[in-house]
């Protein structure tokens, strides 16, 4: 099972809006003709439940977008590009490079805009106004984004096993379900999770997922702790498999377990659990188990059975469909209060349309830099191939107050200023 992987995505630049002039002959004072530039596509992911794995997306992989079709004359628009949507397993959590969760996407249809298309840039049509009767400027298209994010698959189980290894967990899920998990009597025979439905009829089942077991110490990553933790969160109820012969005290094994469980997570610890003692089929162990019993039954629902001989697994399996259905039941109430199931994400849009944060840098004598995500932004949309688009820009940088900035850095008349790839001298 591939769990966790790296992507790269890269949306579509928009299209060039487009100068060009009405010339024919029978229409007089033709005037503007240049259409608009298409919109780059977009990448979005999609929560599909019937994907399973992230093992599409392993080994790093770049995904790119169309850019959009440039404009064209006769006030002919560019198409825009088509927006890709990559589907990913219900429980994926999307971050970035830094780790900080973008989309949590639990639900089928829950749909996170990973990477925005670039804007289409306006022809030179749009530019027309009573002062300006032919003008000579246009947009290019908004270039589209590049990132980096990590994809993390948490299972969407019903039922999770927790226990010590070799407890029999492998062996409770091929008992109750068709998966066929490997059992073997060493630790850490499961090393990836696997998952079985079980059903209690035909027509009622639920998903049990049979995860790497824990050791003292998994909370901090040791063994395969993080392996297994990072996919317990997910689960609706919690199996808390214990065997009877493990050691001399049950019970602490109990303890150690649940203590990794709630110093991962806290939260866990209001997470229903129900306790299995398992191998209850073997000679001299009732008194043991009774014992242990008692010690755990005033704060968990506590069943004796025996994995491997099909013992008291009927039993167990109702109760804990009967939680599974009261925790979708409540899952539902609470969507419902929320006003509706599917979710969307979207990028946030910190333009705000206030004057623009940036800052001036002295690069050496003589030379200064303008650096800031809006104001770079403004100067890519405009078209500095005529003598019109120059004027343009340098209009807005009048505008937002450039001419104080530079002062304020020490700038004299003959500086040279850089903004991205376009220089121009400073003069007050």
């Known amino acids: 099972m591939h769990d966790k992987v790296k992507i790269t995505l890269v949306s579509g630049k928009g299209g060039d809006g487009a100068i060009a002039y009405r010339r024919e002959k029978s229409v007089e004072k033709g005037g503007p003709y240049g259409g608009n530039g298409g919109k780059g596509g977009s990448i979005f992911f999609v929560a599909d439940n019937g994907i399973d794995t992230l093992a599409n997306y392993r080994f790093g992989k770049t995904f790119k977008a169309e850019p959009g079709q440039n404009g ?29 969760v973008l989309a949590d996407l639990i639900h089928h249809g829950d749909t996170y805009l990973a990477v925005k298309g670039g804007r289409g840039g306006r022809g030179n049509a749009m530019f027309k106004s009573p002062n300006r009767r032919t003008p000579n400027i246009a947009e290019n298209g908004m270039p589209g984004e590049e ?32 998966a066929k998990a490997e059992i073997a009597n060493y630790e850490f025979t499961t090393l990836e999770p696997q998952l079985g439905v079980c059903f209690i009829d035909p027509d009622h089942s639920f998903v049990i997922a049979d995860l790497p077991g824990l050791i003292d110490g998994a909370s901090e990553g040791k063994g395969l702790g993080f392996t297994f933790l990072r996919h317990i969160e997910r689960c609706r109820v919690l199996l808390h498999i214990i065997d009877i012969q493990r050691s001399e005290d049950p019970y602490q094994d109990f303890l150690a377990i649940n203590k990794e469980l709630f110093q991962y997570r806290p939260e866990l610890a209001k997470r229903k659990m129900i306790v299995a003692i398992n191998k209850s089929d073997i000679k001299g162990s009732k008194e043991k188990m009774l014992a242990l019993k008692e010690k755990l039954e005033n704060d968990y629902e506590v069943y004796f059975i025996s994995a491997k ?100 850095a020490g700038a004299k008349n003959g500086d040279t200023v850089l903004l991205d790839d376009f220089e121009f001298d400073y003069y007050e």
Do not use: M, W
């Not at 039922?159 to 407890?167: A, D």
């Open 72 to 100: 064209k004359t006769k006030l002919q628009y560019g198409k825009d590009a088509k927006d890709i949507y990559l589907h990913i397993p219900c429980g994926t959590v999307v971050e970035d490079e830094q780790g900080r």
């Open 147 to 178: 990132k980096v994010f990590y994809l993390e698959l948490k299972l969407l189980a019903d039922v999770g096993l927790v226990g010590y290894p070799n407890v029999g967990k492998s062996t409770y899920l091929s008992s109750v379900t068709r």
């Open 309 to 408: 001989e099909k013992k008291g697994l009927i039993t167990l399996n109702k109760r804990l469909y009967t939680l599974v259905k009261k925790s979708k039941e409540e899952e539902k109430k609470l969507l419902k209060e929320e006003g509706g199931e599917e979710r969307v994400y979207t990028v946030r849009n910190s333009d705000n349309g206030k004057t623009p944060s940036y800052q001036v840098v002295r690069r050496e004598e003589g030379y200064f830099e303008i650096i800031g995500e809006r104001v770079v932004r403004t100067k890519k949309l405009i078209n500095l191939k005529t003598d019109e688009g120059v004027d343009r820009l340098l209009a807005y940088l009048d505008r937002i107050g450039i001419d104080e900035k530079l002062k304020e």
